[in-house]
């Protein structure tokens, strides 16, 4: 039984001043602001039945439920392959304590979520996604996300170790003039609507593999193609309708039916040529990017 004397709004109080933060460890680990929200109202609920005298560090008590909320929807994700990643947006619940992000806010939920980090994390097995996001981006100690993963600290330091450097790997020496980018990309576009393989080969990474998201899974794209030659047969005659953008400050391509993004190919740059294509089709995802479109 929890204390008669109890005041729910002081309790309310608490949890809407970690609101932010527990949102933005949510978003981080499932790249889905419906699903980081439903996260969070879990953990509103389990709060509500708990006695909060019996919690020495609120801010860390929440980060943790909120941890292992994200991590069993990470597993049942993976445990349904064929649906979209994004569920329906879900109303806030009455009794759950919101607050409306202004500007500031905003940023502290969307900084080191581009493209390529969100495409990554999507690669990453549940526990190694939360030890790397628990550690890297939010700097909780192996011996507090250990119990999280159900792992030892060594493991844990192992798990995270895993996801750091598939995301290094992904960053790995960049191309960052977008003047340059953006002339790889008017000749990619060129190439793959006139068909010459010839041409794309030569803009492409041998390396080079192709990413869909769930949602573009879900209209048929295949969730991944690697090597050059097999990239470019999948976008030689094709592109027609794309056109150059900007997409979090990098080149890209965007098909915009009527100027509304749809499908936005993320593309990384290395050495003057593209070694990764992200294909985002996700609708609440899509207009947190910032697409900036261009004549082309």
């Known amino acids: ?44 609920m389990r709060l509500s039945r708990s006695d909060p ?36 947006v879900t109303p806030a619940r009455a009794d759950t304590p919101t607050t409306a992000l202004d500007p500031e806010q905003e940023v502290v939920l969307g900084d080191s979520v581009g493209i390529a980090l969100l495409v990554v994390l999507e690669t990453l097995a549940p526990a190694e996604r939360v030890a790397f996001v628990l550690h890297d981006l939010f700097a909780m100690p192996f011996d507090e996300i250990a119990p999280i993963v159900g792992r030892s600290p060594a493991a844990t330091r ?7 450097r598939r995301v290094q790997g992904s960053r790995a020496h960049p191309d960052a003039d977008v003047g340059r ?13 006139g068909g ?18 769930a949602a573009a899974i879900a209209t048929g794209a295949p969730p991944e193609v690697r090597g050059a030659e097999a990239v470019a047969a999948t976008f030689a005659g094709r592109a027609r309708a794309a056109q150059p953008a900007v997409v979090d400050g990098s080149a890209a391509l965007v098909w915009a039916p009527r100027g509304e993004p749809r499908v936005v190919f993320g593309l990384t740059f290395a ?7 992200d294909m985002l089709a996700d609708p ?7 697409v900036e479109l261009l004549e082309g």
């Open 158 to 164: 192992q798990l995270a170790s895993r996801g750091r």
């Open 284 to 290: 609440e995802l899509l207009p947190e990017l910032g």
């Open 271 to 277: 050495n003057g040529r593209i070694t990764a294509i």
């Open 196 to 213: 010459d393989l010839g041409a794309l080969l030569a803009l492409l990474d041998p390396d080079v593999v192709l990413r869909a998201d």
């Open 53 to 88: 005298d019996e919690i020495d560090n609120l801010r860390g008590w929440l980060t943790t439920v909120v941890a292992r909320v994200c991590l069993d929807m990470l597993r049942s994700r993976r445990s349904r392959r064929e649906e979209p990643l994004e569920a329906p």
């Open 1 to 44: 039984m929890y204390p008669e004397d109890r005041d729910d709004d002081v309790l309310a109080e608490r949890f809407a001043e970690n609101g932010d933060h527990l949102r933005a460890v949510a978003y981080r680990m499932l790249g889905s602001r419906a699903e980081a929200d439903d996260a969070v109202q879990e953990a509103w």
């Open 181 to 193: 980018q953006r002339e790889i990309v008017t000749a990619f576009l060129a190439a793959s609507r």
